[in-house]
């Protein structure tokens, strides 16, 4: 009597290659400001991400724009059987709300926006004063490392459940409008970025993947490019943590079912 062996779609030597969208959630944090005539820390600021309408359906479907909304891509290395290396970018977008008052700390020197800041206060409703934006984006170039545990097993698809970790750089291209100065619209390495992940893959005919995963991390931004002035003196810090969605689909190379 024969039995089946089953082979599982993650074998060593596979590769799968990734693209899909995010949501992103990010914790308020203080963020600094500093420069040659001014230096303060606006305290506890909260922000947002920015995804693209479905209803603008162009941008998801057409290659000249698909890399508008907040997507991610990678390519996943199996170095054993269901644990696989990650190479991927992480383009999440970060807004700054408006429409807040925050604590202030540190001095201007400019007397029209020293003025705007009333008892320690200041509202950032008025983009006169800051527009805080990493919009084209947030951009984490990271590495990770992920277990597959495979869960389900039928014979037209099998269900893995991945955890796992990763860490990278943050190369931001922020659009940040202070204090009237013309802004810095360049791309740049401004810190780096750690995560812990955790997702479903459902894998179909051996080779398409449906996954969903979540990754929860933190976020360290010493070197922030806030204006085109004095790139050198004008920097903005700050650090939080975040929550990322992600949802796509992939597809994997030298994986196949055999009896």
Do not use: C
Request: aromatic content about 14%.
């Amino acid at each position: 009597m024969s039995v089946k062996a089953q082979r599982e779609a993650f074998k060593k030597g596979s590769v799968l290659v990734f693209w899909g969208w995010n949501r992103g959630w990010y914790s308020d944090s203080d963020i600094r400001f500093y420069g040659q005539d001014y230096n303060f820390t606006l305290k506890n600021v909260s922000a947002h991400d920015r995804p693209t309408p479905i209803s603008e359906i162009d941008h998801y479907i057409n290659p000249l724009k698909m890399s508008i909304p907040q997507v991610n891509y990678n390519i996943t290395y199996f170095i054993k059987d269901n644990l696989g290396i990650t190479l991927g970018l992480d383009h999440m977008k970060y807004v700054m709300d408006q429409d807040q008052t925050v604590e202030f700390e540190g001095y201007i020197k400019d007397p029209k926006y020293a003025a705007m800041v009333n008892n320690g206060k200041i509202d950032l409703s008025d983009t006169k004063f800051l527009k805080y934006e990493h919009t084209n984006g947030l951009n984490y170039l990271n590495l990770g490392i992920q277990k597959y545990k495979h869960i389900l097993n039928k014979n037209k698809f099998d269900i893995f459940w991945t955890y796992g970790l990763g860490a990278g750089v943050l190369i931001p291209k922020t659009d940040a409008t202070l204090m009237g100065k013309e802004e810095s619209d360049h791309f740049h390495l401004a810190g780096f970025g750690m995560d812990a992940r955790t997702g479903i893959n459902v894998v179909l005919w051996n080779h398409i993947v449906a996954k969903a995963d979540f990754k929860y991390g933190y976020i360290n931004l010493p070197s922030v490019r806030t204006t085109q002035e004095n790139v050198k003196i004008d920097k903005a810090t700050q650090d939080f943590t975040f929550g990322e969605l992600v949802f796509g689909i992939g597809y994997t190379f030298n994986t196949k079912k055999h009896n």
